[in-house]
């Protein structure tokens, strides 16, 4: 066989350069970018017409809105019609740079847009949830490769959605590169957008909220607890996982000084020290693939956000019809007394007509007519409020329905790889182990 060096400084050597590199230094897999199941449903949505991807990341410089120089990342959207390669032709496919503000400005379009829908979240704008040895630099090139394989996810997650995929800003946010913000405001959706004060004041002065809104505020406060504590306690393992290899790697050096001063123990020693380079330099594989599912769980974290805005809709919605239904009720109890002269309730204009007599008759008239009028209206009101309403009960109900399947899908495939992967890296220690032990039997 062949024998390994068994100076010191040859041993050194073979062992710096088995030794694993800085957990900084790690790159994410390119392949890893969507989730499978995603690759099952591709025919369906704007995904059958379309192959999307973001190729890459680039960083560059400019001025701001305040002439202020600044530094910011753009990322390369590919597309191609697939309609045409089915057809026989090979079409070029379609480049353009996005900002990442510019998938701000897009799915800010969609949640105001489609209100009922829970529009899937974009990836964080700077790092939560990490493990020390991570950087929380948004411009850290680790994290760049995230975010773009979370902004990719994004862009199929909304071209696989039965509405959002036949959006016609969304097609014009993937296949122009100039104009389309232009598109996008002046569809007027910012001035459609809800106030978060309205939101808050209707959230505690609804009267009567849906069973099954409810039900969906009590998912939503469940999924963000649930995935929050895993997350923390993941980034506590990660830590400590990360310590426990490199305890290996101590053992790794230690066995191979020592080995370049024994004679008969030598060969063991060395072989025991590879063993356990192997397994330390192992480490950055590992927290890499946890990386992975770390942001998969992290995205229905950021989920949990989207349908808190589904609700609030709800509870505005359902706010403003309450208050168009009682402003209607008074309106005809105002006409009621009006033209009987009974005052059921108290009120100034009652006290001042018994201290000064009643109006004339053509003041009467006159007040009756416009009081029909506003009653016209306030009915008119009412049926819109209680159309949109019921529009907004049904297609939120039926969209929390398929949330619900798509979550219980994806977490529990999630959670089942992750735990697969921590049974194969226990086994590979218990290996490592094994053959460590053959070399010191062997001594």
């Not at 009567?208 to 469940?222: A, G, T």
């Not at 330099?281 to 995205?299: F, G, P, T």
Request: proline content about 3%; overall charge neutral.
């Amino acid at each position: 066989r062949n024998r390994a060096p068994r100076d010191p400084a040859a041993a050194l050597r073979m062992r710096a350069g088995s030794s694993h590199s800085s957990a900084g230094g790690w790159r994410r897999m390119r392949a890893r970018s969507v989730w499978p199941l995603m690759a099952i449903q591709a025919g369906s949505g704007l995904l059958g017409r379309m192959e999307i991807c973001i190729a890459e990341a680039e960083k560059r410089s400019g001025k701001n809105a305040m002439s202020m120089q600044e530094t910011f990342t753009v990322y390369l959207i590919e597309t191609r019609l697939t309609d045409a390669a089915a057809d026989g032709r090979s079409p070029a496919p379609n480049f353009l740079w996005r900002r990442y503000s510019e998938f701000e400005l897009l799915r800010s379009y969609l949640t105001v847009t489609y209100p009922y829908i829970v529009v899937p979240p974009l990836p964080e704008k700077r790092a939560e949830f990490v493990w020390h040895k991570l950087s929380a630099d948004n411009m850290d090139p680790d994290f760049v490769e995230r975010r773009r394989v979370g902004l990719e996810n994004f862009l199929l997650r909304v071209a696989l959605h039965p509405v959002l995929s036949d959006d016609r800003i969304l097609h014009r946010f993937l296949t122009e590169e100039h104009g389309w913000k232009e598109v996008v405001c002046d569809t007027g959706f910012q001035a459609k957008a809800d106030s978060r004060l309205r939101a808050l004041n209707a959230s505690f002065r609804v009267r009567n909220p849906e069973k099954c809104f409810l039900e969906m505020k009590h998912y939503s406060d469940q999924l963000q607890s649930n995935t929050a504590q895993l997350l923390r306690a993941r980034a506590r393992v990660a830590d400590r996982l990360y310590g426990v290899y490199k305890v290996h790697g101590n053992y790794g050096r230690v066995f191979s000084e020592w080995s370049a001063i024994e004679k008969e123990m030598g060969d063991g020693l060395q072989s025991a020290g590879h063993h356990m380079d192997a397994y330390a330099a192992s480490i950055d594989d590992i927290l890499e693939e946890e990386e992975h599912y770390a942001d998969q769980i992290k995205e229905y974290l950021f989920y949990s956000e989207a349908l808190r805005a589904v609700c609030r809709k709800h509870e505005l919605t359902q706010f403003e019809l309450e208050m168009s239904s009682q402003d209607l009720v008074c309106k005809k109890q105002q006409r009621e007394e009006l033209a009987t002269g009974i005052v059921r309730t108290f009120s100034l204009k009652g006290m001042t007509h018994k201290l000064f007599g009643h109006e004339a008759p053509e003041q009467k008239e006159a007040r009756l007519r416009l009081l029909e009028e506003m009653i016209e209206e306030g009915e008119e009101t009412v049926r819109v409020k209680t159309a949109e309403w019921r529009e907004h009960v049904d297609k939120a109900c039926e969209e929390m329905r398929r949330f619900k399947e798509q979550t219980d899908r994806d977490l529990r495939e999630a959670l089942v790889n992750y735990a697969v992967m921590q049974i194969s890296m226990c086994k590979k220690g218990i290996q490592v182990w094994s053959n460590t032990k053959e070399c010191f039997l062997k001594m």
